[in-house]
Protein backbone atom coordinates (compact mmCIF):
# COMPACT_ATOMS: atom_id res chain seq x y z
CA UNK A 1 0.00 0.00 0.00
CA UNK A 2 1.33 3.68 -0.68
CA UNK A 3 0.07 7.27 0.87
CA UNK A 4 -2.64 7.36 3.20
CA UNK A 5 -4.88 4.76 3.76
CA UNK A 6 -8.22 4.71 5.52
CA UNK A 7 -10.92 2.57 6.94
CA UNK A 8 -13.53 1.23 6.61
CA UNK A 9 -14.40 3.12 3.42
CA UNK A 10 -17.98 3.26 4.57
CA UNK A 11 -19.88 3.07 7.74
CA UNK A 12 -23.19 2.79 9.11
CA UNK A 13 -24.06 2.90 12.50
CA UNK A 14 -27.02 3.95 15.04
CA UNK A 15 -26.71 6.76 17.62
CA UNK A 16 -25.58 3.78 20.79
CA UNK A 17 -22.90 2.97 19.06
CA UNK A 18 -18.99 2.63 19.24
CA UNK A 19 -16.81 2.21 16.67
CA UNK A 20 -13.10 3.28 15.09
CA UNK A 21 -11.66 4.93 12.20
CA UNK A 22 -8.12 3.89 11.20
CA UNK A 23 -5.80 5.89 8.72
CA UNK A 24 -1.95 4.11 7.72
CA UNK A 25 0.38 6.17 6.35
CA UNK A 26 3.28 4.88 4.31
CA UNK A 27 4.74 8.34 3.41
CA UNK A 28 7.23 8.17 6.09
CA UNK A 29 5.67 12.01 7.78
CA UNK A 30 5.49 13.15 11.23
CA UNK A 31 1.73 14.76 11.09
CA UNK A 32 -1.25 13.44 11.24
CA UNK A 33 -4.63 15.86 10.62
CA UNK A 34 -8.37 14.50 11.02
CA UNK A 35 -10.86 16.12 8.84
CA UNK A 36 -14.54 16.76 8.61
CA UNK A 37 -16.40 16.80 5.27
CA UNK A 38 -19.86 17.56 4.66
CA UNK A 39 -22.30 19.09 2.03
CA UNK A 40 -21.84 22.79 1.20
CA UNK A 41 -19.54 23.11 3.95
CA UNK A 42 -15.65 24.14 4.10
CA UNK A 43 -13.15 21.01 5.52
CA UNK A 44 -12.94 21.20 9.10
CA UNK A 45 -10.16 20.46 10.50
CA UNK A 46 -10.92 18.29 13.74
CA UNK A 47 -7.48 17.48 15.02
CA UNK A 48 -4.07 17.54 14.48
CA UNK A 49 -0.94 15.22 15.88
CA UNK A 50 2.81 16.11 15.57
CA UNK A 51 5.14 13.99 16.30
CA UNK A 52 2.71 11.73 18.02
CA UNK A 53 1.46 14.23 19.88
CA UNK A 54 -2.16 15.94 19.65
CA UNK A 55 -0.86 19.83 18.94
CA UNK A 56 -4.79 20.86 17.84
CA UNK A 57 -8.00 20.25 18.89
CA UNK A 58 -10.46 22.07 17.45
CA UNK A 59 -13.31 22.65 19.72
CA UNK A 60 -14.82 19.26 18.91
CA UNK A 61 -17.02 17.27 20.70
CA UNK A 62 -16.28 14.87 23.10
CA UNK A 63 -18.59 11.95 21.22
CA UNK A 64 -15.01 12.13 18.84
CA UNK A 65 -12.21 10.58 20.27
CA UNK A 66 -8.60 10.32 18.43
CA UNK A 67 -5.45 8.13 19.22
CA UNK A 68 -2.04 8.56 17.40
CA UNK A 69 -0.43 5.27 18.72
CA UNK A 70 2.96 5.61 16.36
CA UNK A 71 3.98 8.13 13.50
CA UNK A 72 2.13 5.88 10.96
CA UNK A 73 -1.19 5.26 12.33
CA UNK A 74 -4.20 7.40 13.42
CA UNK A 75 -7.11 6.67 14.85
CA UNK A 76 -10.85 8.44 15.25
CA UNK A 77 -13.26 6.70 18.13
CA UNK A 78 -16.59 7.42 17.84
CA UNK A 79 -19.57 7.07 20.21
CA UNK A 80 -23.37 8.08 21.31
CA UNK A 81 -23.21 10.00 17.73
CA UNK A 82 -25.44 12.06 16.69
CA UNK A 83 -27.00 12.28 12.90
CA UNK A 84 -25.67 15.69 12.28
CA UNK A 85 -22.14 13.69 12.43
CA UNK A 86 -22.63 11.92 9.18
CA UNK A 87 -19.90 13.24 6.80
CA UNK A 88 -17.30 12.20 4.81
CA UNK A 89 -14.13 12.35 7.64
CA UNK A 90 -10.73 12.27 5.92
CA UNK A 91 -6.86 11.85 7.34
CA UNK A 92 -4.20 13.66 6.13
CA UNK A 93 -0.29 13.51 6.84
CA UNK A 94 2.39 15.65 6.00
CA UNK A 95 5.91 16.27 7.01
CA UNK A 96 5.54 18.88 9.80
CA UNK A 97 9.21 21.12 10.28
CA UNK A 98 8.67 22.67 7.46
CA UNK A 99 5.10 22.24 6.86
CA UNK A 100 4.92 20.60 3.63
CA UNK A 101 2.00 19.36 1.32
CA UNK A 102 -1.04 17.27 2.86
CA UNK A 103 -1.65 13.83 1.46
CA UNK A 104 -5.05 12.41 1.98
CA UNK A 105 -6.63 9.34 2.03
CA UNK A 106 -10.18 8.59 0.72
CA UNK A 107 -12.21 9.17 3.72
CA UNK A 108 -14.35 7.47 5.33
CA UNK A 109 -18.32 7.67 4.58
CA UNK A 110 -20.07 7.82 8.13
CA UNK A 111 -23.38 7.82 8.32
CA UNK A 112 -25.69 7.85 11.23
CA UNK A 113 -28.63 6.81 11.91
CA UNK B 1 -14.88 33.65 10.39
CA UNK B 2 -13.51 31.99 7.09
CA UNK B 3 -10.31 32.70 6.43
CA UNK B 4 -10.29 32.14 2.69
CA UNK B 5 -12.84 32.62 0.45
CA UNK B 6 -13.65 30.69 -2.82
CA UNK B 7 -15.57 31.58 -5.86
CA UNK B 8 -17.84 30.75 -7.57
CA UNK B 9 -19.29 27.70 -5.49
CA UNK B 10 -19.90 26.13 -9.14
CA UNK B 11 -18.93 26.35 -12.65
CA UNK B 12 -19.65 24.82 -16.12
CA UNK B 13 -17.96 25.25 -19.43
CA UNK B 14 -17.51 23.63 -22.78
CA UNK B 15 -14.90 21.33 -23.46
CA UNK B 16 -11.91 23.27 -24.44
CA UNK B 17 -13.07 26.43 -22.11
CA UNK B 18 -10.44 28.12 -19.64
CA UNK B 19 -12.31 27.76 -16.24
CA UNK B 20 -10.97 30.33 -13.82
CA UNK B 21 -11.78 29.93 -10.10
CA UNK B 22 -11.08 33.02 -7.58
CA UNK B 23 -9.39 32.63 -3.91
CA UNK B 24 -9.09 35.59 -1.26
CA UNK B 25 -7.45 35.95 1.74
CA UNK B 26 -6.53 38.41 4.81
CA UNK B 27 -4.15 36.75 6.83
CA UNK B 28 -0.55 38.30 5.96
CA UNK B 29 1.03 35.13 7.71
CA UNK B 30 -0.44 32.82 4.50
CA UNK B 31 2.39 31.93 2.51
CA UNK B 32 1.65 28.36 0.73
CA UNK B 33 -0.86 28.70 -1.27
CA UNK B 34 -1.97 24.85 -2.54
CA UNK B 35 -5.02 23.80 -4.90
CA UNK B 36 -6.80 20.53 -4.52
CA UNK B 37 -8.81 18.67 -6.97
CA UNK B 38 -11.41 16.00 -5.31
CA UNK B 39 -13.26 13.44 -7.65
CA UNK B 40 -16.15 11.78 -5.85
CA UNK B 41 -15.68 9.33 -3.92
CA UNK B 42 -11.59 10.39 -3.05
CA UNK B 43 -10.14 12.58 -1.19
CA UNK B 44 -8.34 16.05 -2.21
CA UNK B 45 -5.65 15.04 -4.07
CA UNK B 46 -2.81 18.30 -4.15
CA UNK B 47 -2.54 19.48 -7.84
CA UNK B 48 -0.32 22.83 -8.11
CA UNK B 49 1.04 25.43 -4.92
CA UNK B 50 2.44 28.55 -4.97
CA UNK B 51 4.90 30.71 -2.72
CA UNK B 52 4.21 34.59 -2.70
CA UNK B 53 7.40 34.72 -4.38
CA UNK B 54 6.25 34.52 -7.58
CA UNK B 55 2.98 35.74 -9.22
CA UNK B 56 2.25 32.63 -11.73
CA UNK B 57 3.04 28.90 -11.81
CA UNK B 58 2.43 26.34 -14.52
CA UNK B 59 2.22 23.18 -14.14
CA UNK B 60 0.66 21.29 -17.65
CA UNK B 61 -3.05 22.69 -18.36
CA UNK B 62 -2.93 24.09 -14.83
CA UNK B 63 -2.11 28.23 -13.99
CA UNK B 64 -2.13 29.76 -10.50
CA UNK B 65 -2.05 34.02 -10.53
CA UNK B 66 -1.14 35.35 -7.25
CA UNK B 67 -1.42 38.77 -6.50
CA UNK B 68 -0.12 39.54 -3.68
CA UNK B 69 -1.04 42.99 -2.47
CA UNK B 70 -4.77 42.08 -3.55
CA UNK B 71 -3.74 39.10 -1.61
CA UNK B 72 -6.09 37.04 -4.36
CA UNK B 73 -4.75 34.07 -6.00
CA UNK B 74 -6.77 31.92 -8.96
CA UNK B 75 -6.35 28.81 -10.86
CA UNK B 76 -6.89 28.51 -14.43
CA UNK B 77 -7.84 25.38 -16.30
CA UNK B 78 -6.46 25.80 -20.18
CA UNK B 79 -8.08 23.17 -22.95
CA UNK B 80 -10.54 21.97 -19.97
CA UNK B 81 -11.41 18.57 -20.56
CA UNK B 82 -14.80 16.72 -18.90
CA UNK B 83 -12.13 14.51 -16.95
CA UNK B 84 -11.26 17.68 -15.42
CA UNK B 85 -14.70 17.65 -13.73
CA UNK B 86 -14.15 17.58 -9.82
CA UNK B 87 -14.52 19.84 -7.07
CA UNK B 88 -11.54 22.15 -6.48
CA UNK B 89 -10.51 23.81 -3.14
CA UNK B 90 -8.08 26.19 -2.91
CA UNK B 91 -6.07 26.37 0.91
CA UNK B 92 -3.67 28.80 2.67
CA UNK B 93 -1.35 28.11 5.26
CA UNK B 94 1.55 29.95 6.99
CA UNK B 95 4.83 29.67 8.21
CA UNK B 96 4.60 31.35 12.13
CA UNK B 97 2.14 31.10 14.86
CA UNK B 98 -1.74 29.77 14.58
CA UNK B 99 -0.88 29.24 10.85
CA UNK B 100 1.71 26.83 10.92
CA UNK B 101 1.01 23.69 9.21
CA UNK B 102 -2.08 24.36 9.41
CA UNK B 103 -4.16 24.34 5.90
CA UNK B 104 -7.46 26.97 5.87
CA UNK B 105 -9.36 25.47 2.97
CA UNK B 106 -12.04 27.90 0.60
CA UNK B 107 -15.56 25.74 0.22
CA UNK B 108 -15.11 24.52 -2.68
CA UNK B 109 -16.06 25.33 -6.50
CA UNK B 110 -17.80 22.07 -8.31
CA UNK B 111 -16.71 22.58 -12.10
CA UNK B 112 -18.24 20.36 -15.08
CA UNK B 113 -17.24 20.29 -18.33
CA UNK B 114 -19.61 19.51 -20.83
CA UNK B 115 -17.60 17.45 -24.10
Known amino acids: ETGVTQTPRHLVMGMTNKKSLKCEQH?????MYWYKQSAKKPLELMFV???????ENNSVPSRFSPECPNSSHLFLHLHTLQPEDSALYLC????????????FGPGTRLTVT | QQQVKQSPQSLIVQKGGIPIINCAYE??????FPWYQQFPGKGPALLIA?????SEKKEGRFTISFNKSAKQFSLHIMDSQPGDSATYFC??????????????FGRGTQLTVWP
Open chain 1, 92 to 103: ASSQDRPPSEQY
Open chain 2, 50 to 54: IRPDV
Open chain 1, 27 to 31: LGHNA
Open chain 2, 27 to 32: NTAFDY
Open chain 1, 49 to 55: YSLEERV
Open chain 2, 91 to 104: AASGDRGSTLGRLY
